[in-house]
């Protein structure tokens, strides 16, 4: 069943229920008074209807018809009426006509309906009868007209107290819809102005607050990290732009003054040659970039298998060795030990082909170059010492982050994108890199993990 | 005559791939969009096709699938400004025979489309030979005019592919992919030291240079004339 779109916000849903628990609840509370009340009146007249009979009872026989009939003379009526019937049933003294055909003369009372003598109408009455000594019945009877007519207007008395109070609890309600309505519309809003770009809005907190508080809480956490990651990105988009138009300027510049100045062809060449250069430089910095942000969205996992990196260490560090030889410097790779590790394969050679590099980059001819892959418990720690001036400790930290270059590289070609694609990649790994002092040099210190066993 | 289709959307790049490989011999027509270019590839004959990535009509990757279903072997270059990892391996997945990140060096496509035309022959040959250069695959041992060549194991795997390749160059993103498996480009010029390494080694003093460089692409081996 689908409900009308108005019941299915939540604001008037609660108000709706709120009203009804209310009403229910006012009913209720009426209908236990309206309960009590009339059992104590039907009570209080039971028990004064034995109590006539017992006092009546108790009196000497031949007083009784005495009594009954000097009670009858006081006026006004009283609500009771009493009679003395001889054993045949004929009436002695008292207001009864007669003895009623259907009370059982238990001394218990009754519910009977009597003609009354004076109006000659069948009236409701609690009704009690006694055998009293040689034969003779005593008969109490007492109308309940006034207290029918008391639960009459007590019902009404409910009936009309009921109506403000079913008002009540539908303003209550329309209360409770308001306000929360106000609440959600409120949290709509901020959330608009949010998609809108305002991501320095939050949510409102309240203390002590409920679960929406809890939960709105929990967004302006989410909103704090977001808006970082904002500035971060749009740091890096500033970094990008920096690190492409600069090239490009100059490429820009060379053409230009190539256009303007070349006298022939053979003049022309090199500036074209320099110029596709620059550009080519420019790409590769758009290229590094582009693999450092698919490493970091971490989708890489397919590419996960268990393989040794010792085997890798040896074949990367071979790869090198000529480079090495060509500068003077002496490379050394021991990776015996064979460490078999989960991770991928094309991504921790791209890591330890940009640890190589720079190692041999920046070492002086005549210099040292240690790799090495050894074992710290069954954990492979992986090492890329060299011998060449060393990062400062301060610049350590920002040594992985994007287009950090210290001044030592920055005269060298490259992205200066290699060590945050080292660092991206190994965090995808859940490897953690550490950079430390040679004395002189650059240690490199990876802690990998070996394959988890199944 | 070579016949090469183009499947590419872009006028300037394409003009541009018309020019050159018009200038090389190639006979070149151009598709704008994929659902021509699946048609025009299906319905003549081609000795080869360069398909871009990303089409409008039908995505590159669809039409080289498309071709394989229907038995067309016809030699595929996909072309890709996508130069994800996993995009390659999806581009080699759908049935392309090779793949080309944009941007990428005119001569870099012309000797991949070279390779390509001119598949090497896996031939089952225990012992290749170029001129006076010998290979046995088995022993692991070359020889120039029967003076043996010490060669590393990399450098063998070198000269095997240049061999197998005889007179066709061969670019450095083809030798970091195939021997290195690299799929990226390392800041240092690697390849150009393994192969200064190689070329003393097979090019000694007084003899007839048979490797040769050329100049912003590759490299190549040729039997002297």
Known sequence: MRLPEILRRTGVRWGTLVALAFTLGTIAVFAIAYGFGTYALFDTIDMSVLEQIELLS????????????SRMQHKPRVLTMVSLFARDGHRIAGDIPSVPPKLKLDGRVHMLHLIDSEDGRRHPERVAGRILAQGRILVVARTIDDVLALRASLLRALLLAL???ILLSIAGGILVAVRSGRRLSRLRLTAERIIAGHLDERFPVRQPGDEIDQLSAIVN?????????????????????????????????????????????????PVIDRAIAGIDQTLLVATALLRIAEIEQGHRYAGFAPFDLAEVVRETGETYRPLAEDKAIALMVAAEEAASILGDRDLIVEVLVNLIDNAIKFTPAGGRVEIALTMTGDRPLLRVADSGPGVPEAEREAAFRRFYRSDRSRASKGAGLGLSLVAAVLKL????????????GCIALVQCWREPEL | ??????????????????????????????????????????????????????????????????????????????????????????????????????????????????????????????????????????????????????????????????????????????LLEDIWHYHFVPNTNLVDVHMGRLRRKVDGDGEAPLISNVRGVGFILRAPA
């Open chain 2, 1 to 174: 005559m070579t016949k090469v289709l183009l499947i590419e959307d872009d006028f300037d790049i394409a003009t541009e791939v018309v020019a050159e490989l018009g200038r090389k011999g190639y006979v070149v027509q151009q598709a704008g969009d994929g659902t021509s270019g699946l048609e025009r590839g299906r319905s003549e004959h081609w000795d080869l096709m360069i398909v871009d990535r990303m089409l409008p009509g039908l995505d590159g990757l669809a039409i080289v699938r498309q071709l394989r279903q229907e038995k067309i072997r016809t030699p595929a270059l996909i072309l890709s400004a996508l130069g994800a990892i996993d995009d390659r391996i999806l581009g080699l997945r759908a049935g392309g025979d090779d793949y080309l990140i944009k941007p990428f060096a005119l001569a870099e496509l012309s000797a991949r489309l070279e390779v390509l035309l001119r598949r090497p022959v896996d031939s089952h040959e225990a012992i290749l030979r170029v001129g006076p250069l010998e290979l046995d695959l088995i022993e692991r041992q070359g020889w120039r005019s029967r003076r043996p060549l010490e060669l590393l194991m990399r450098e063998f795997k070198l000269l095997e592919y240049l061999m197998r390749r005889e007179g066709q160059i061969v670019t450095r993103a083809m």
């Open chain 1, 163 to 165: 109506i403000p109070a």
């Open chain 1, 58 to 69: 108790e009196r000497p026989p031949g007083l009784l018809p005495f009594m009954i009939t």
């Open chain 1, 429 to 440: 790994h859940g490897f953690p890199i550490r950079l430390m002092s040679n004395e002189p």
């Open chain 1, 221 to 269: 956490r989410i909103l704090v990290r977001l808006e970082e990651l904002v500035v971060a990105l749009k740091g890096v988009g500033e970094d990008i732009a920096h690190d492409l138009r600069t090239p490009l300027t100059a490429v820009r510049a060379r053409l230009e003054r190539g256009r303007e100045h070349a006298g022939n062809l053979e003049q022309v060449l």
